[in-house]
T-cell receptor, first 112, second 113 residues
């Protein structure tokens, strides 16, 4: 089955630690995205990548980093510089440069 | 900067009633998407509206797009409990911003027996 797999689903982190969230897709989509969702809020774009080895900052990139070494993989690192990282993180992809987003199941990060 | 506003943000309605959720956006766009999110879950695509006047229907939900008014509506007919969820609209930017969707804050719908 084609889809987007995010892992882990739940993650606890101590303050000052970096954590990496995995996102893998087998849809052969070109573009991939990371969004953050806070309770009662819409989605805010962190980073996106339209092609391999290239990515762009979204609206709230500070404290996050990404890489796109393979078409199917777009991991997100939440660094210690992110002051309020507790949130629900969603990875998504689209076949082309834009359009309808297909979402993974999400990763819920809690900072203790 | 593209801004997307949904209203209402919270909606409690009785089963069997009709209601409409509104999505307004601030700059020109021809592409708008509706998503559904159940509590603790990811987003599921409902409708893709790609031109002025587009209308899509699925079951008790119908979505429309008026690009001149910069308005989309999601109409609920004869609501049932299974429709309880949060509904998001998302607008695709144009020009340099066409690479991303901007989301509204969502409308949390509760259908009461």
């Amino acid at each position: 089955d084609g889809g987007i797999t995010q892992s882990p689903k739940y993650l606890f982190r101590k303050e000052g630690q970096n954590v990496t969230l995995s996102c893998e897709q087998n849809l052969n989509h070109d573009a991939m995205y990371w969004y953050r969702q806070d309770p009662g809020q819409g989605l805010r774009l962190i980073y996106y990548s339209q092609i391999v080895n290239d990515f762009q900052k979204g609206d709230i990139a500070e404290g996050y980093s990404v890489s796109r070494e393979k078409k199917e993989s777009f991991p997100l690192t939440v660094t210690s510089a992110q002051k309020n990282p507790t949130a629900f993180y969603l990875c998504a992809s689209t076949p082309g440069a834009a359009g309808e987003l297909f979402f993974g199941e999400g990763s819920r990060l809690t900072v203790l | 900067e593209l801004k997307v506003e949904q209203n209402p943000l919270f909606l409690s309605m009785q089963e069997g009633k009709n209601y409409t959720i509104y999505c307004n956006y601030s700059t020109t766009s021809d592409r708008l998407y509706w998503y559904r999110q159940d509590p603790g879950k990811s987003l599921e695509s409902l409708f893709v509206l790609l031109s002025n006047g587009a209308v899509k229907q699925e079951g008790r939900l119908m979505a429309s797009l008026d690009t001149k008014a910069r308005l989309s509506t999601l109409h609920i007919t004869a609501a049932v409990h299974d429709l309880s969820a949060t509904y998001f609209c998302a607008v695709e930017g144009s020009g340099a911003g066409s690479y991303q969707l901007t989301f509204g804050k969502g409308t949390k719908l509760s259908v009461i027996p």
